[in-house]
């Protein structure tokens, strides 16, 4: 079993930044595949970025590349977001979360195993 814990979130105007960390309990860590989601009032959970189990590989959504960054420190068992140039349509909770049966990166909401509990994100005009 693995718990995630998100953290970072807050109140930021457009253009700020902020790094949101998922700390990961459990033994596995380092060979699963973990990614970013968010969820805004009234729309559906959104993928935004994914990780394979090294960090060697990263992919994003379009609406978050080149300014989002997602990485990982396996021997931390924590994954991060920087999410720089923040939009107010960036505003959302934001989830991690883990794969056990796919190590590499991880598009599909339903391929994820675990999640955390999120973190709200709110970007102010």
């Known amino acids: 079993q693995v718990q995630l814990v998100e953290s970072g979130g807050g109140l930021v105007q457009t253009g700020a930044s902020l790094r949101l960390s998922c700390a990961a309990s459990?033994?596995?860590?380092?060979?699963?595949?973990m990614g970013w989601f968010r969820q805004a009032p009234g729309k559906q959970r959104e993928f935004v970025a994914a990780?394979?189990?090294?960090?060697?590989?990263?992919y994003y959504a379009d609406s978050v590349k080149g300014r989002f960054t997602i990485s990982r420190d396996n021997t931390k068992n924590t994954m991060y977001l920087r999410m720089n140039s923040l939009k107010p349509e960036d505003t959302a909770v934001y989830y991690c979360?883990?794969?056990?049966?796919?190590?590499?990166?991880?598009?599909?909401?339903?391929?994820?195993?675990?999640w955390g509990q999120g973190t709200q994100v709110t970007v102010s005009s």
């Open positions: 979360a883990a794969s056990s049966r796919y190590s590499g990166m991880v598009v599909d909401a339903t391929q994820y195993d675990f």
């Open positions: 459990g033994r596995t860590f380092n060979s699963y595949g």
């Open positions: 990780i394979n189990w090294s960090g060697g590989n990263t």
